[in-house]
T-cell receptor, first 114, second 113 residues
Framework: GQQLNQSPQSMFIQEGEDVSMNCTSS?????WLWYKQDPGEGPVLLIA?????ELTSNGRLTAQFGITRKDSFLNISASIPSDVGIYFC??????????????FGQGTILTVHP | EAGVAQSPRYKIIEKRQSVAFWCNPI?????LYWYQQILGQGPKLLIQ????????DSQLPKDRFSAERLKGVDSTLKIQPAKLEDSAVYLC???????????FGPGTRLTVT
């Protein structure tokens, strides 16, 4: 089946620093999504990317859909303590019975020191 | 707009017992998903419904897991009998359609002892 490799597994940064994480896949995806999950909660959608090469921002967050359609990255600028959480990438392939199915990465645990 | 509701939030059972989880999706969302999230991993899709029909249940362990969405709105996921390895968070998500973005509920944390 499809697998996503997300890195790094964890990051410890100082408040105000920039953060970068990425996801690579063995398969092509039509959509890349980035979610954040806080303890005891479900994942919350941060950014959705629909086209190869697309660069999208949401406040201090910027994400890109790789040209090969097999990778994506997420940047967080000027981190703040509330950025703490687990960030997941997810890819969605199209067509057939698996349409809509998301494949998730293993997550990046972000810790921000004040 | 109300989000995806799930209950219970926590459940502790012994192995070989049965358990059921309930999900109420966002109003108007035709597609409903159940995911299993084991500690330290990303969510893994168990089953996907479009209205009250199953679209994908290829990763559902059908010998012990079952799910239904009888009226195309609420859904229940059942495990019978439970095993230790079923300890996980069970997440429900819904979307307007199969190509629309998914919104997740808070999950049910299951511990099997």
């Amino acid at each position: 089946g499809q697998q996503l490799n997300q890195s790094p597994q964890s990051m410890f940064i100082q408040e105000g620093e920039d953060v970068s994480m990425n996801c690579t896949s063995s398969s092509i995806f039509n959509t890349w999504l980035w979610y954040k999950q806080d303890p005891g909660e479900g994942p919350v959608l941060l950014i959705a990317l629909y086209k190869a090469g697309e660069l999208t921002s949401n406040g201090r967050l910027t994400a890109q859909f790789g040209i090969t359609r097999k990778d994506s990255f997420l940047n967080i600028s000027a981190s703040i303590p509330s950025d703490v959480g687990i960030y997941f990438c997810a890819g969605r392939s199209g067509g057939g019975t698996s349409y809509g199915k998301l494949t998730f990465g293993q997550g990046t645990i972000l810790t921000v020191h004040p | 707009e109300a989000g995806v509701a799930q209950s219970p939030r926590y459940k502790i059972i012994e192995k070989r017992q049965s358990v059921a989880f309930w999900c109420n999706p966002i109003s108007g969302h035709a597609t409903l998903y159940w995911y299993q999230q084991i500690l330290g991993q990303g969510p893994k899709l168990l089953i996907q419904f479009q209205n009250n029909g199953v679209v994908d249940d290829s990763q559902l362990p059908k010998d012990r897991f079952s799910a239904e969405r009888l009226k195309g709105v609420d859904s229940t996921l059942k495990i019978q009998p439970a095993k230790l390895e079923d300890s996980a968070v069970y997440l429900c998500a819904s979307s307007f359609g199969t190509s629309s973005e998914q919104y997740f509920g808070p999950g049910t944390r299951l511990t099997v002892t």
